[in-house]
């Protein structure tokens, strides 16, 4: 059951106790879908709460209606050792918003496991932290919501009153950060994963990566740089799939699908 649905989803500040907390929006074991790691057995920690609004975030109750339970830090790693594999995810909404998940990553990482944290590439974690994998997904201007293109996730009721208005600027003006990009990238193992809409989306990736690689002596291999279809359903995937895959032939950049929707339509816990 996610977590989201346990009877405490609608505490919104932490609970009174001694030990740090995070708000999670779900636990659960799957495979991870996207990226390099693509089919590894993995543990996913999702935060709730973000700095963005993409349009099309599959993650609606984390970022736009945010939802979630607190749990102690101490909970979640009990959790975690419920599980069998040895990879954990963090991902979110955007977990490094949160000071704390520094800390649960330095306590997973005392227990063994790889790391692997999610993030929109806004905030760089301090050197030393144990990452073993920043997935990096900077956020193109095709994500940026407007009233044309408002939240996907989410029901018509709660999707009415979500400011879109206020985000549009707001996500505009922070969704790329490049002392914080450099940063990542120059700190931990790390691939860079866009979500493309469609061809067009090319050239803008092509001008960030250039200028990265401008800005930092850390090799940027376009091998390192990894293309995803935006869709958060089979039939939505299926519309963009085919254009990425030739868009990665033509530039030499990585394709990288989604398992979990390919297999389970993004339900949640998958
Ligand atoms: C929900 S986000 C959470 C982590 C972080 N906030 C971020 O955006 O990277 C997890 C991953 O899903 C991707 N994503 C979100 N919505 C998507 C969609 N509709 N289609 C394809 N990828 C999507 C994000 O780009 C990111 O790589
Ligand atoms: N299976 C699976 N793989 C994933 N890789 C990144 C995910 C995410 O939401 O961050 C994700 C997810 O939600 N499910
Ligand atoms: S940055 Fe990530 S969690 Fe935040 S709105 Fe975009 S896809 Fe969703
Ligand atoms: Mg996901």
Redesign the pocket.
Known sequence: MPVSSEPSVDQDSPPDSDGPALPINELFESLQG??VLAGVPSIFI?TSG?N?R?W????YH??WEPTHAWMDLDEIVDRVSEFDADHVVL?????LIHEEAVTLINRLADRGYHITV????TIAPPPGTPIDLA???P?LAS?TPTPERPP?GGDAAETADTGVDDWQQRHEANRIDHEALTALIERFGFQL???LTGRDDLPEIEDLVGELRAETETEVADTDVLL?????TRE??ADTRREVAEVAIESGYRYTP?LH?DLWNDAPET
């Open positions: 996207e990226g999702r973000c963005l993409c099309f975030c599959d993650s984390t970022s991902t979110g909404g955007e977990p999610e993030t929109n590439g997935s990096i997904s956020k994500s996907a994963k866009f979500v995803m279809p935006e869709g958060q939505q995937l989604r929707v």
